[in-house]
């Protein structure tokens, strides 16, 4: 997947989705929090997202392997 045209949007229950716009599919889900997701940002130019939560957490991932990253 290029992540120049990736979206990623908040998706319940406490996860975040990961979509390829021009195919209009979902590609993966972000899983790891235990409350809902208020907040998802990207990194320019890179695959890292960053999702805030009402569990009090930020979470940071690697995108394109699908895993969280250490803080």
Do not use: E, I
């Amino acid at each position: 997947m290029r992540f120049v045209r990736a979206r990623a949007c908040r998706a319940a229950p406490a996860q975040v989705r990961l979509w390829d716009v021009p195919a209009a599919k979902c590609r993966m889900a972000l899983r790891g929090h235990v409350d809902s997701v208020n907040d998802v940002c990207w990194q320019p130019y890179t695959s890292a997202l960053a999702t805030a939560s009402s569990d009090k957490t930020l979470s940071v991932w690697d995108a394109r392997r699908c895993v969280g990253l250490a803080l």
